[in-house]
């Protein structure tokens, strides 16, 4: 059974940094592709950052120079390390991986199969 445990969310100051951190159990995390989304309120959930296997990287252009992601196999974890945090970004954060072990990368949300239960980052003004 797979399953995926975020962590590192919390309350912020506009301006600060966040690392998040999403365990992964139940398969063999080098192998396949990690993404990490976010839901607002009243919002629908939005492609943030991934990482394929081959850690290669995306990233939201609403995220660009502010956010990086990365993964250590060694431990079975993806991070999401968030800086220069604005009001915007309040959401609830999710991380996400397919049942395809492919190479590639993909940003929509049904490429996913497997969901954290997420973590609510606020950052406040």
């Known amino acids: 059974q797979v399953q995926l445990v975020e962590s590192g969310g919390g309350l912020v100051q506009a301006g600060g940094s966040l690392r998040l951190s999403c365990a992964v159990s139940?398969?063999?995390?080098?192998?396949?592709?990690m993404g990490w989304f976010r839901q607002a309120p009243g919002k629908e959930r939005e492609f943030v950052a991934a990482?394929?296997?081959?850690?290669?990287?995306r990233l939201a252009d609403s995220v660009k120079g502010r956010f990086t992601n990365s993964r250590d196999n060694a431990k079975n974890t993806a991070y999401l390390q968030m800086n220069s945090l604005k009001l915007e970004d309040t959401a609830v954060y999710f991380c996400?991986?397919?049942?395809?072990?492919?190479?590639?990368?993909?940003?929509?949300?049904?490429?996913?199969?497997?969901w954290g239960q997420g973590t609510q980052v606020t950052v406040s003004s």
């Open positions: 990482i394929s296997r081959l850690s290669v990287t």
């Open positions: 139940g398969r063999t995390f080098s192998t396949y592709a």
């Open positions: 996400a991986t397919p049942k395809s072990n492919s190479a590639s990368l993909d940003t929509a949300l049904a490429w996913y199969d497997y």
